[in-house]
């Protein structure tokens, strides 16, 4: 049974930077396609980062230039490193497994989701 648990949400203010973890278990993380979502009030799930078994990364042009993901295979971690958060960043953050192997940034691929950290940017 694949679990995904995130943390490192929070309250910061606009400008400043978080970092969210996304420990997996029950799989190695290095053989799937791992993504990063966010849901703002009242708006769908939207995919921000993904990372696919090859180490190859791509980002939404929403957050370009700001955020970055990254993984660790030894600890089986994702990562989303979120710099100069506004407050159009606050939402809900989810982490996704796709162990089916293709890149994708549509929640209807992802088989496996965390439970989700909340961050909350304030002007």
């Known amino acids: 049974q694949v679990q995904l648990v995130e943390s490192g949400g929070g309250s910061v203010q606009a400008g400043g930077s978080l970092r969210l973890s996304c420990t997996a278990s029950g799989g190695r993380l290095g053989g799937w396609v791992m993504a990063w979502f966010r849901q703002r009030q009242d708006n769908e799930r939207e995919g921000i980062a993904v990372?696919?078994?090859?180490?190859?990364?791509r980002v939404a042009k929403s957050v370009q230039g700001r955020f970055s993901i990254s993984d660790h295979i030894n600890t089986n971690t994702l990562y989303l490193q979120m710099n100069n958060l506004s407050s159009e960043d606050t939402a809900i953050y989810y982490c996704?497994?796709?162990?089916?192997?293709?890149?994708?940034?549509?929640?209807?691929?992802?088989?496996?989701w965390g439970q989700g950290t909340q961050v909350t940017v304030s002007s």
């Open positions: 996704a497994a796709n162990t089916r192997g293709f890149s994708s940034f549509h929640a209807s691929h992802y088989e496996y």
């Open positions: 990372i696919d078994s090859n180490g190859l990364a």
